[in-house]
């Protein structure tokens, strides 16, 4: 095929020139059926074919299948394989447990060994799957869950990308035309600058910028990570989410200016006896409520993302437990259904970053107001 | 004279449940609403005015994603009434 487009190459006749583009065209759009239908298939890796038999040892657990792959789990599990002589081959990586034990110390351990109800170091697995202490005390749970890996690997990932685009800034300058990677970050750094921080902070931006990149880029990147099959939930667990809308209300606090707050107390305009009423509700809006919907806004939208993904193929399942011919019925609408929360999904993902960057961008720049630039 | 309902109320034991099947479809109400409104109004400024359609569809998509928010709330609110005894 190579050999073709060669031959082609030569020519530059406008009939070559067509047939290039088509066959180009042509290839980019099989490329594009194929992967779009080998994902969803990949969406739930863990599924033991369903047998048909009623009293089949394991029945179909729809919950207990999404709650495992939405939640934090302490092995990174891929996928179960049932095999002829009946035995199972789990492709699952036991990740470190780090704990600290009041009057104990620190103990880390692999989570292989709390497998199969056996206790190590005082700790045991309960019914529910989570890790207690046999003689009762209190402990703080600091381990490397499957979240806190992808996290530290999206940092990598960012780390990586942004320091070799600074050292090609350093190396080429910016007067001459960015190569490679540098043209898809500097214009996305470029609109982060220009839409959302000039807009909202003024002054500050310059400031203000390199929380609003990395907030950014860390909820797309750990977003986009998220939608593969067999990645960790990272930006729907409410925990990441908080702490990045309590990064953001630092900030609103730190830069908050003496004036914002003699504006909330002293409103002018407004008669007396609606004071009482109006300034709590203020405080309570501006304070409280603004960075716990920044929190909840992403989460919402991140966990019903996946639910309504992982619920559409375990559909196929709980179908398959009754007739084969009903599975394979629910599989064709489960799947196209799939693809299309798929690709809204993608949008969701960007769509939600660009979303907490610019509140954030705005909720700081609110709190920095002095009175001569007021609105 | 006691009304039919209450009568259900207090037979059946999945009140939680029903609630939360009640709350999340009324939230998907509220969500659907909201952005057709935004909708709305995005094709009515595209049709008045067809070189505005970039920063119309921007805004709209923003509205939208902030309207969505506050339907979530609603979806969260429900979830924590199906899981927390």
């Known amino acids: 095929m190579f ?58 657990d729809a919950g207990k299948m999404i709650l495992e792959h939405i939640g934090d789990n302490h092995e990174w599990h891929f996928f179960d394989i049932k095999k002829s002589d009946g035995s199972e081959f789990h492709a699952v990586i036991y990740l470190p447990v780090i704990i600290y034990t009041s009057g104990k110390g620190f103990s880390s351990f692999s989570f292989r060994k709390l497998q199969n109800d056996e206790t190590y170091d005082g700790f045991k697995l309960d019914e529910e799957g989570n890790i207690t202490r046999t003689d009762g005390r209190n402990f703080y749970d600091i381990s490397l869950t ?18 070799s685009v600074a050292r090609s800034y350093k190396k080429i300058g910016t007067s001459k035309a960015p190569k490679g990677i540098q043209s898809v970050v500097e214009v996305i750094v470029i609109f982060i600058r220009d839409e959302v921080a000039k807009p909202m902070l003024g002054a500050r931006a310059n400031k203000m910028l390199p929380y609003l990149l990395t907030v950014f880029f860390f909820i797309w990147i750990n977003n986009l990570i998220g939608l593969i099959p067999g990645a960790a939930n990272v930006t729907g667990n409410i925990a990441v989410t908080a702490t990045l809308a309590l990064l953001t209300f630092i900030l609103m606090m730190v830069g908050s200016k003496k004036d914002y707050w003699i504006h909330m107390i002293k409103q002018p305009g407004v008669p007396g006896w609606v004071l009482p009423m109006l300034v709590p509700i203020e405080f309570i809006s501006n304070i409280i409520v603004k960075p716990f919907a920044l929190m909840i806004r992403l989460f919402a939208n991140m966990l019903a993302g996946h639910l309504i993904i992982l ?65 | 004279m006691i009304h039919l309902l209450s009568i259900l109320f207090l037979a059946i034991d999945g009140n939680a449940q029903m609630g939360a099947g009640i709350g999340a479809g009324l939230s998907a109400i509220g969500a659907g609403i909201g952005i057709g409104l935004i909708g709305n109004g995005a094709l009515n400024s595209i049709a008045r005015q067809p070189e505005a359609m970039g920063d119309i569809r921007t805004n709209m998509f923003i509205t939208a994603a902030l309207v969505e928010g506050v339907a979530l709330f609603g979806i969260v609110v429900c979830v924590l009434v199906l899981f927390l005894k």
């Not at chain 1, 009939?15 to 992967?35: D, E, H, N, V």
């Not at chain 1, 806190?148 to 320091?163: E, P, S």
């Not at chain 1, 599989?331 to 907490?356: G, M």
């Open chain 1, 3 to 60: 050999y073709l487009c060669s031959l082609l190459k030569r020519h530059t006749s406008f009939k070559f020139l067509m047939i290039r583009r088509l066959i180009s065209k042509l290839l980019g759009t099989l490329i594009l059926i194929w992967a779009v239908f080998t994902s969803p298939v990949m969406a739930s890796p863990d599924q033991n074919p369903q047998s048909e038999n009623e009293n089949a040892p394991e029945q179909f």
């Open chain 1, 146 to 163: 499957k979240n806190v890996i992808q996290l530290l690997l999206a940092a990598l990932l960012m780390m990586f990308v942004f320091i």
């Open chain 1, 311 to 375: 619920s559409f193929m375990s559909i196929i399942f709980v179908f398959a437990a009754m007739s084969v011919a009903a599975g394979l019925g629910a599989s064709l609408f489960s799947v196209a259904f799939s693809i299309f929360i798929y690709f809204l999904e993608l949008l969701v993902a960007a769509l939600q970053a660009y979303i907490f960057t610019i509140l954030t961008a705005l909720f700081i720049g609110e709190t920095g107001v002095t009175a001569d630039e007021h609105h």
